[in-house]
């Protein structure tokens, strides 16, 4: 949201990365990160979702940065996109505790 959204630059260690060498940077390295690590990472995240969001003027604001396509995309996009893609990560989470312990939700 930081950067598409409202136009700040890349942070690290994002910035330093070569996405055309390696598309799957994100992919990769987690992989070896401890929890932690993630966890903290993913809280990190969230908190500077926030604070876009604050400092939005609206739900209909639109992204200082387009899509490669030359349009821009609104707010509220963002947050049904981020809403829809953390429902589905959970629910890859939970297929995966439920083949590991066999307990099954409702």
Request: hydrophobic fraction near 35%; include cysteine; glycine fraction near 8%.
């Amino acid at each position: 949201m930081e950067v598409r959204f409202s136009g700040l630059p890349d942070r690290e260690p994002w910035a330093s990365v070569d996405w055309d060498a390696d598309p799957n940077w994100e992919f990769r390295t987690a992989e070896s990160m401890e929890p932690e690590q993630l966890r903290a990472r993913y809280s990190g995240a969230c908190e500077r979702s926030r604070q876009v969001v604050t400092a939005a003027g609206g739900a209909d604001q639109l992204s200082a940065k387009p899509w490669r396509d030359g349009r821009h995309f609104s707010l509220r996009w963002v947050l049904r996109h981020l809403i829809e893609e953390t429902a589905r990560h959970a629910g890859h989470a939970d297929l995966l505790r439920e083949a590991i312990d066999g307990s099954v939700g409702e």
